[in-house]
């Protein structure tokens, strides 16, 4: 055991004492954390004088011991969950401790540490208390099926805890919506619809179910996808469904960015296309007859320019009608 005394708040190790003078002096006594339940017999000395005996009393064996525990240090998921594990944590020390946390998970894995609900790498527990403490494990996106081993701890340079759990990962779940050819892009023109033939894959290990559809489009435009519900995928399966694409009449030329996502709870995949809008051949074909009716009637205006005044009233005649039927169209 370690002790000290203390005088008037110092530590001494003498003291004067006058004749018919009282002093007062503090004795701490230190008991070790690993120590038997019994009674220890102290002799406070002061040399040639007196000796003052001690009995402390230790009703309860000491330790260094510290628990790790969990309730389930097994769970079992697909490649993308994440594995929540309950631990606790005690301290069955005489004293308040505080501990590292460290874990040795499979390379490509993260492991965090909550205590009480906040991510940290080290703990503070008083004396014979618990902390309860959320381990999150994340596997590594490269992850294959099996069985993977995550052995944690607590340490301190006086006690160290140890506790191994374990995910056991079932497959992966993965999926790709493309095109048959890959391309996803296309021409459309103002107000008609445009199909395109998509591919879903299933890239992962898993089945799939019940894959979904949505999308993402400009304002007036639809779109639609038949079959709009794909009930199963097996692993490394694939299947078709054809999209429906309608632009708005009122889309001006130029490049449109719909996207098309399929998805399913475990996965998700979204297809981003750019699609050309063109003008309708009508319009291109009227806009050709306006040009050369102008400049026909440009062409007359000027021949009835040499006719003098009166060719020139009809010219400025036939100026002010195309006008007036440029501003009335």
């Given at each position: 055991?370690?002790?000290?005394?203390?005088?008037?708040?110092?530590?001494?190790?003498?003291?004067?004492?006058?004749?018919?003078?009282?002093?007062?002096?503090?004795?701490?006594?230190?008991?070790?954390?690993?120590?038997?339940?019994?009674k220890y017999n102290i002799r406070l000395v002061a040399k040639n004088y007196d000796v003052l005996p001690i009995v402390v009393n230790v009703s309860e064996e000491g330790t260094f011991k510290t628990e790790f525990n969990s309730d389930q240090i097994n769970m079992e998921g697909h490649s993308k969950s994440n594995f929540n594990f309950s631990t606790k944590l005690k301290n069955h020390t005489s004293e308040k401790q505080l501990y590292s946390l460290l874990a040795l998970p499979p390379r490509g894995w993260n492991v965090a540490f909550k205590p009480n609900g906040r991510q940290a790498t080290a703990v503070e527990i008083?004396?014979?208390?618990?902390?309860?403490?959320?381990?999150?494990?994340?596997?590594?996106?490269?992850?294959?099926?099996?069985?993977?081993k995550i052995p944690i701890k607590a340490t301190n340079k006086y006690s160290t805890a140890d506790l191994e759990l374990e995910v056991v990962i079932k497959g992966s779940y993965d999926l790709e919506?493309?095109?048959?050819?890959?391309?996803?892009?296309?021409?459309?023109?103002?107000?008609?619809?445009?199909?395109?033939?998509?591919?879903?894959?299933?890239?992962?290990t898993s089945e799939l179910r019940n894959v979904s559809f949505s999308s993402s489009k400009p304002k007036d435009w639809e779109i639609s996808i038949e079959p709009d519900t794909i009930s199963v995928i097996q692993a490394g399966g694939s299947t078709k469904v054809q999209a429906?694409?309608?632009?708005?009449?009122?889309?001006?030329?130029?490049?449109?960015?719909?996207?098309?996502?399929?998805?399913?709870?475990?996965?998700?995949?979204?297809?981003?296309?750019?699609?050309?809008?063109?003008?309708?051949?009508?319009?291109?074909w009227l806009g050709i007859f306006i040009i050369l009716g102008t400049l026909g009637e440009f062409i007359i205006c000027l021949e009835n320019t040499v006719g003098g005044n009166g060719g020139k009233e009809y010219r400025y005649k036939g100026i002010d009608q195309k006008i007036r039927r440029a501003y009335s169209g």
């Open positions: 055991m370690e002790f000290f005394l203390k005088g008037r708040g110092y530590s001494i190790k003498r003291i004067a004492v006058l004749p018919g003078e009282k002093k007062t002096v503090s004795l701490t006594l230190n008991v070790p954390l690993k120590v038997e339940k019994g008083e004396a014979g208390k618990t902390t309860n403490i959320t381990v999150e494990v994340q596997p590594s996106p490269q992850v294959t099926s099996g069985s993977f919506l493309t095109t048959p050819t890959g391309l996803l892009s296309a021409n459309v023109t103002s107000g008609r619809e445009k199909q395109l033939d998509l591919l879903l894959r299933n890239t992962g429906t694409i309608k632009s708005s009449d009122k889309a001006i030329p130029g490049d449109y960015l719909p996207k098309i996502t399929a998805k399913t709870p475990e996965a998700t995949s979204t297809a981003s296309f750019r699609i050309m809008v063109k003008t309708p051949l009508l319009w291109g």
